[in-house]
């Protein structure tokens, strides 16, 4: 909004000098951390209040899970998520380009999966199970969202100037000129990674914080890499794939920053509300359409590797027993397992967050591996 009351000012060359601070990813970028972090954090209180006091028992804990999570953690309300909404829907709009495509469909993403979220948090609460809409209509909608996402992004994208099949076109890390154009079926293609990176982080979130943290780290990575790629000059010198107007994501991968920020200052343990699948669909769905927004979808499956083996450690235990009778891991996702083992839950989720942090690293090294 801010941007394009300077655009409108700029056009009729009577606006303030200090305006053209607005001009800069950076200044926009660190405003929008601030402002998505202000959003969360004035609305903490009174809408955890206002929650707990309308849910009642709160999120529904699983009968089967670790047992002190049934009595630390009973009561705790959900539908956090709505915070993180709050604050990334409100920077994005007061400081993104609201004409960029990429904006756009990242926040129809964003939004969407975060009302679906909403209605299974809802259907959980309201029956007092940890069983909410059915699986099968979950992924139908997902991908029916994610697939208009992605054709919005190819459609209406800007074509790249060395290759102008890029927007349909899989690029790999490491190596430079490495493309494979995938057509059309791109389209589904890309609804893979949003839905995948949405479940995934779904998986997760199940320990205070155990989401939270790996999501800013993830988003502070893909804000860098969305700067570099939408920069012709830095990603010319990087060896990477150009890709005009992407390097608006910044600005949203900022206000998912500041929203983590805000959120984890309320979800620090112990938790005084939980994100729920309201928050933990659409962040996940969030990375997944900047992953393929600036061409990195391979590179978020290593930056995200946490929310990878939280995943795959659900498929393994799930297929194993269904075969088998008997389990791989003492409970899945994963960070149940470490507390089976006795790893108090600050452990793992602290450990986790090192991984988190590791494997953010690791993929900014393929930037410059090529």
């Not at 929203?259 to 699948?277: E, K, T």
């Not at 927004?293 to 297929?319: D, P, R, Y």
């Amino acid at each position: 909004m801010l941007y394009w009351l300077y655009q409108r000012l700029a056009e009729h060359h009577h606006h303030l000098p200090v305006l053209n601070l607005l001009r800069y990813l950076t200044f926009r970028g660190g405003m929008a951390v601030a402002t998505a972090q202000l959003v969360v954090v004035a609305m903490g209180s009174r809408f955890i209040r206002w929650m707990r006091a309308r849910q009642g028992k709160g999120q529904p804990i699983r009968a089967e899970g670790i047992e002190r999570h049934i009595i630390e953690k009973a009561g705790t309300p959900t539908m956090g998520g709505l915070m993180f909404l709050a604050g990334i829907t409100v920077s994005t709009l007061l400081w993104a380009d609201l004409t960029n495509v990429y904006i756009l469909a990242s926040l129809l993403v964003t939004l969407g999966f975060g009302a679906l979220g909403f209605m299974d948090d809802y259907a959980k609460v309201t029956k007092q199970t940890s069983a909410g809409l059915s699986g099968r209509m979950r992924l139908v909608v997902e991908a029916g969202l994610a697939m208009l996402a992605v054709y919005l992004m190819v459609r209406f994208g800007q074509p790249s100037p060395e290759n102008a099949h890029l927007s349909t076109s899989l690029a790999f890390p490491i190596f430079k000129r490495a493309l494979i154009d995938l057509s059309w079926f791109y389209l589904v293609f890309g609804a893979f990674v949003i839905v995948g990176a949405s479940n995934a982080v779904n998986f997760t979130d199940g320990l205070d914080g155990l989401a939270t943290v790996p999501v800013m780290i993830a988003a502070a990575t893909f804000g860098l890499i969305a700067y570099l790629v939408g920069n012709y000059v830095f990603a010319g010198y990087l060896g990477l794939h150009f890709v005009p107007g992407v390097g608006e994501m910044a600005v949203f991968c900022s206000a998912l920053v500041g929203s983590g920020l805000g959120f984890l200052w309320y979800n620090a343990p112990p938790a005084r509300i939980f994100m729920g699948d309201c928050g933990a669909l659409s962040l996940g769905g969030a990375l997944g359409a900047v992953a393929v927004a600036t061409k990195h979808e391979i590179v978020l499956a290593i930056v995200g590797g946490l929310f990878v083996v939280e995943t795959v450690s659900v498929i393994i235990q799930v297929l194993w027993f269904k075969r088998t009778g008997r389990r791989v891991f003492l409970m899945a996702p994963i960070h149940h397992h470490f507390e089976r083992l006795g790893w108090s839950e600050p452990t793992v989720v602290i450990r986790f967050w090192i991984v988190a942090i590791m494997l953010a690293m690791l993929g900014l090294a393929t930037l410059k591996l090529r």
